[in-house]
């Protein structure tokens, strides 16, 4: 039996409504650090994640592209809201249960790659970013870095 909280039928549509037609951070981010396209391939869901990762390690901005069914879109806006403001170690340590709690238990058993594609896009890009981080500075090129 899961503790995850059980999500109204209506709090979800309204949820997937609003970051489908008024998507959060949508867009692609030129001067981004790192990006990362992750995508699903059974479905045709693709989402690309953009990052402006500052000195501190905190990210500064967050935007996304993507193409496929209304919950991985969805999905990638909310995470948007969800990281931005974080530092990349607090999103490395990161759990799917806010996920879980958002979609409700019918989605995440039905649709969980779908609802976690823009979560898993987002941790893929942040260790994309580390290890271009640690090629730089093992290539001495701590300009890079």
């Not at 995440?108 to 976690?116: D, E, L, V, W």
């Not at 979560?119 to 090629?135: E, G, L, N, P």
């Amino acid at each position: 039996m899961s503790d995850a909280p059980t999500v109204s039928r209506d709090d979800l549509i309204a949820f997937v409504i609003q970051h489908t037609e008024k998507p959060h951070n949508r867009g692609e981010m030129p001067d981004a650090t790192v990006s990362y396209t992750g995508g699903n391939p059974g479905c045709g869901d693709i989402v690309t994640m953009y990052l402006k990762i500052g000195d501190d390690e905190r990210i500064e901005d967050v935007s996304f592209t993507a193409e496929g069914c209304t919950i991985s879109r969805a999905g990638a806006s909310w995470i948007t809201d969800l990281v931005k403001g974080k530092r990349v170690d607090e999103v490395e340590a990161m759990e799917y249960q806010p996920i879980m709690e958002t979609f409700g238990r019918d989605v995440m058993a039905t649709r969980p790659r779908c609802a976690t594609l823009g979560f898993s896009t987002v941790k893929t890009a942040v260790k994309k970013y580390r290890d271009d981080y640690r090629r730089a500075v093992l290539a001495g090129d701590t300009e890079s870095a």
